[in-house]
C-alpha cells in the first residue's frame, strides 16, 4: 500500500523531471481546477516527495499543486519531508506502514500508520488503505475548504486565542461564498428542510440556574438534538457573560437535554447570512467561543450522545470535559465546503495537536468517546444525565 509506485524512479535517476508523472492538468484562469482524476492518489516516496519540494520553491510552485488537493508520502523512517511542504497548497499526509522508526515527521498535515503503538502526532489505523482512501475521497469532494483547513492549521496554533478565532473567521466566511458550500447548499433536499422545533410556541433554548457559586447552563432543544441555531448561540453568550462579568460564579456547568448533547450548527440557517463579510462580523461580535475561552479555568462540559460541530468545539476550550461513554464526536464542516467555524481550529488543536485534528476535520468521521479520551480531547468518561 505504501510502497513506491511502479515507474517511478528515484529522485537521483529522475532528477526534477519525476514530477510530470504525478502531476495534474494546471487549470487555466476561470476554470475550477478541482477535476478529479482517474484511479487514486499515490503514495509518493519521501525522496521522490522531496525532489516535488525541490522544485515548487520556484516559479512553478503553484502550478505543480494548484490541481493536486492531496500529497501522500511515504515517511516511515523520516524526521523531516521538507520544510518547504508547509507552504503548498495541498493536503500533505504522511504514510507509514509497520512500526513506526524514529521520531514523527515534520511537514505533513497528516500522519496515518497502521501501527497500533503509534504516539501523538500519528493517528492509528487498523485499516490503513481504506482510511488513506477516505482522506483521498474527501479531499478530492471539497479540496478548496480541506486545503483551507490545513493551511490554517499550520500556523493557528501559534497565534493567541482572539487572533486565532479572528483567523477562523476569515476563513469560513470566504468559504460561505465558495463553490463548494453552494453546491452543498444546493444538494439539501428542500434547502428549508433542515432540523425544526416541533410546531407550537418555541421554548428558550437556553436555560440557566443559579445554586451557590454554581452556575448551569443546559441546552435545550431536545427535539432536534440541540442543533445549534442563534438564538441557543445568543443565550449561550449571555449566560457566560454573566459567568465572566460575576466574581461570585465559581463554577460553570454546560450540559445538553435529550438524547444529544449537541448536533451541530442548525442546517436551517445555513445559507441565510446576508453576506460573508457581514457574517464575520457577527461571528467575531457574538460568537460563543470567547466567552467559553474567558470563563474557560471555571467551566466543565458533561456532553452524551452526538457531540458535532459546535458542540465538539466549544467544549473543547473548558478546562474540564465529561463525556459519556456512548458519545460520538465529529467535525463534519469540510464536507460542506467550510472549515470548523464555532471556535474548533483554536480549541481543539490545543488539545489533540493540529494533525490529529486535521484528520477530524478532513476525513469527517466519528470518533468515539474512548479515544477523544485517549488523545485529550476530552477528560473523563461517566454517565451523563440527559
Known sequence: MCSQPAG??????????????????????GESGTAPTAGPTPVIGADDFGALLAEAAGPEAF???????????????RDDIGPLSRFLPCVVVGVASGPLRGPAPTGADILVTDDPAAPRPWVTCPDLPAVVASLDSACRASPRAAIALAQLLRFSPALSVPDALVAESFVYSMLQ??????????????RAGGRRDPDGPRPEPVVVGRAGRTLSIRLTRPDVHNAYDSAMRDGLVAALQVADLDPGVGEVLVTGAGPSFC???????????LDPATAHAVRIGRGAAMWVHRCADRTEFRVHGACIGAGVELAAFAH???????????????????VPGAGGTV????????????????GGSALSAT?????????????VGR
Do not use: K, N, Q
Open 8 to 29: 517511478v524512479g528515484s529522485a537521483a535517476s529522475d532528477g526534477p523531471r519525476m514530477h510530470r508523472r504525478y502531476a495534474r492538468p494546471v487549470a487555466r484562469e
Open 63 to 77: 502550478g505543480l499543486f494548484a490541481d493536486r488537493p492531496l500529497c501522500l508520502v511515504e515517511v516511515d523512517g
Open 177 to 190: 461564498s465558495g463553490p463548494e458550500h453552494r453546491a452543498w447548499l444546493d444538494r439539501r433536499p428542500g
Open 263 to 273: 448536533s451541530g450548527g442548525d442546517l436551517t440557517e445555513f445559507g441565510t447570512a
Open 320 to 338: 474540564r470535559v465529561v463525556a459519556d461513554p456512548g458519545t460520538e464526536f465529529r467535525l463534519p464542516e469540510v464536507g460542506m465546503g467550510l
Open 347 to 362: 480549541s481543539i488543536p490545543r488539545r489533540i495537536g493540529r494533525h490529529r485534528t486535521a484528520f477530524l476535520g478532513i
Open 371 to 383: 479515544t477523544a479520551a485517549d488523545w485529550g480531547l476530552v477528560d473523563a468518561l461517566a454517565a
